[in-house]
Structure formats: C-alpha cells, structure tokens
Nanobody
Framework: QVQLVESGGGLVQAGGSLRLSCAAS????????LKWYRQAPGKQRELVAT???????NYVDSVKGRFTISRDNAKNMVYLQMNSLKPEDTAVYYC???????????WGQGTQVTVSS
C-alpha cells in the first residue's frame, strides 16, 4: 500500500511561485509514472504534468515553460515547481501514481492553489 499526501498549496499573487510537494508513505519507486492533476470548479480534472522514472517529463501546453515536475526517489517525493502563476492556474492540485506491478492507481487528497489577479 502507498499513500500520497500533497502540501505546499496556498494563496499567491499572479506572477508568483509555489512549490507543491507530494510525499509517499511507502516507497515511491514502486510508482511509475507520477503525475500532477488539477481541477478547477466547474471543470474537468486536467492532467498537468507527468514524470517517468528515468526523468522524462511532459506538460499540458498551458503550463509549459512555467511548471516543472520532478521526482526524488531517495526522499520519496514528487514536486511541482510552479512559476509565473496565473489566475487560470487556480485549482485543487492532486498527485497521482500508478503501481509498477499491480497497476493500481493512487491519489493524494489534493491541495488548493489560488492565484489572485
């Protein structure tokens, strides 16, 4: 069993930065890929960023050049560095991982990010 817990959300002014963290209870190396999703009120949950175990990453177009996903297996952590934040980035952000062997998907509880104009 793996549990994921997000932290680092909050209120920030447009143009500011936040770093979201997702801590794994249990070894994070068992999860691949790791992803960040977000969901704004009235909208579908959106895949924001993906990182695979060898370090390759992928982003939704709206955050390219502004967000960076990374994983640190030694610390059982995955991060989302969010720079140049826009009001459109306001959402609840969730980390997600798929177990390498069982195929089970794990979700964190979400952390709120609010970007003011």
């Amino acid at each position: 069993q793996v549990q994921l817990v997000e932290s680092g959300g909050g209120l920030v002014q447009a143009g500011g930065s936040l770093r979201l963290s997702c801590a794994a209870s249990g070894s994070i190396i068992s999860l691949n890929p790791l992803k960040w999703y977000r969901q704004a009120p009235g909208k579908q949950r959106e895949l924001v960023a993906t990182v695979i175990d060898v370090g390759d990453t992928n982003y939704v177009d709206s955050v390219k050049g502004r967000f960076t996903i990374s994983r640190d297996n030694a610390k059982n952590m995955v991060y989302l560095q969010m720079n140049s934040l826009k009001p459109e980035d306001t959402a609840v952000y969730y980390c997600n991982g798929r177990h390498r062997f069982t195929g089970s998907t794990y979700w964190g509880q979400g952390t709120q990010v609010t970007v003011s104009s």
